[in-house]
């Protein structure tokens, strides 16, 4: 059974700092998932990894996968408060690449 | 990306009475996949809805609680039977989209059930 641990769960950072959350999993899974949920909102996708070795930017962001290590990073580069919301990690298991397991998220503020 | 629907996108329900809760999709997807999201919690797949057969239902969740219909590729309801307070959650709707790399997974808007 696939398990997925993402930390930290809390993140309060400054603008303008850099940090990284972390995603480890417990057995194979041939993808990872990276969203994004503002307070009372559905998910919105942000990345998805496909490879060991993958990395992807958008923005600010950027995810990369290590499927030896069974991690994915998400980095985060010069915060700014538009930022701020629950990230999740998500990978997949049951032989589907579309049935994700989640990670518990994590609270990400920015403060001025 | 997809554009997907629900509906209610809220409810206030009496426990021991049931909520069904309605999924549409833009165009047709051959899987469609039911999540719960408990108050602050994560997302937990709930069942996969198959059209033309009975959906497949994952560790924890049966079939009597969480009933599914699917009756065309665009669509598919969730009923959550016999409510208590502990079904008070995010139930969401979610589809793969894409290939390639650009292969995805959306997720709907969300139904916010409250159980009295």
Same mark, same amino acid.
């Given at each position: 059974?696939?398990?997925?641990?993402?930390?930290?769960?809390?993140?309060?950072?400054?603008?303008?700092?850099?940090?990284?959350?972390?995603?480890?999993y417990s057995t194979t899974s041939d993808r990872l998932y990276w969203y994004r949920q503002d307070p009372g909102k559905s998910l919105e996708s942000l990345f998805v990894l496909l490879s060991n070795g993958a990395v992807k930017q958008e923005g600010r962001l950027m995810a990369s996968l290590d499927t030896k290590a069974r991690l994915s990073t998400l980095h985060i580069t010069a915060a700014v408060h538009d930022l701020s919301a629950t990230y999740f990690c998500a990978g997949v298991s049951g032989g589907s690449n579309y049935k994700l397991t989640f990670g518990k998220g994590t609270l990400l503020t920015v403060n001025p | 990306s997809a554009v997907i629907s629900q509906k209610p996108s809220r409810d206030i329900c009496q426990r021991g009475t049931s909520l069904t809760i309605q999924c549409q999709v833009d165009s047709q997807? +051959?899987?469609?996949?039911?999540?719960? %999201?408990?108050?602050?919690?994560?997302? +937990?797949?709930?069942?996969?809805?198959? %059209?033309?057969?009975?959906?497949?239902?994952?560790s924890g969740f049966v079939i009597d609680k969480f009933p599914i219909s699917r009756p065309n590729l665009t669509f598919s309801t969730l009923t959550v039977s016999n409510l208590s307070p502990e079904d008070s959650s995010i139930y969401l709707c979610s589809v793969p989209r894409g290939s390639g790399t650009t292969d995805t997974q959306y997720f709907g808007p969300g139904t916010r059930l409250t159980v009295l």
């Open positions: 059974e696939l398990k997925v641990e993402q930390n930290p769960l809390f993140l309060s950072m400054q603008e303008g700092k850099n940090y990284t959350i972390y995603c480890n | 997807v +051959t899987m469609m996949f039911w999540y719960r %999201q408990q108050p602050g919690q994560s997302l +937990t797949l709930i069942a996969t809805a198959n %059209q033309g057969s009975e959906a497949t239902y994952e």
